[in-house]
């Protein structure tokens, strides 16, 4: 969620983010959001609706929880002083991020392939550009 301290930068381009997740609506309070002020609107897709239409895929087991890059950066967050926000009811959904443009069009889309988000900065940069 670091687009959050990038929230007056994002406004400044003419931009919000929005965050699409499938868990109830409970749990997302209780892990995910706990202690955290979320500027941007949080939509509940429970029945995945929008990852189907999107393309987003499930990773398998293996390509989550055998894999030691996860597990690095799993104990950089943690020595970093972040704190892990618990499981969902499926951690192997992968998400993506996405820009759409005034007219609707996609204008930037990167489907995830595990914890490999893009950088925050990228993602305003292409906002700022369709400002």
Same mark, same amino acid.
């Given at each position: 969620? =670091? ?27 209780? =892990? ?25 895929? @499930? ?29 969902? @009811? ?38 700022? @550009?369709?400002?």
């Amino acid at each position: 969620m =670091k687009v959050i301290r990038h929230a007056g930068r994002l406004d400044g381009a003419g931009g919000t983010a929005v965050f699409v997740v499938h868990d109830r609506p409970d749990i997302v309070r209780s =892990k995910m959001l706990s202690d955290v002020s979320c500027p941007f609107p949080v939509l509940v897709d429970e029945h995945r609706q929008a990852y189907r239409a999107w393309g987003l895929q @499930r990773a398998s087991f293996a390509r989550v929880w055998l894999d030691p890059n996860v597990w690095r950066q799993y104990a950089r967050l943690l020595t970093s002083g972040e704190r892990l926000r618990g499981l969902g @009811r499926d951690p192997r959904q992968l998400g993506g991020d996405f820009i759409i443009d005034r007219d609707g069009r996609v204008a930037y889309a990167r489907p995830q392939q595990r914890d490999d988000r893009p950088p925050v900065g990228e993602l305003i940069t292409v906002a700022e @550009r369709l400002g």
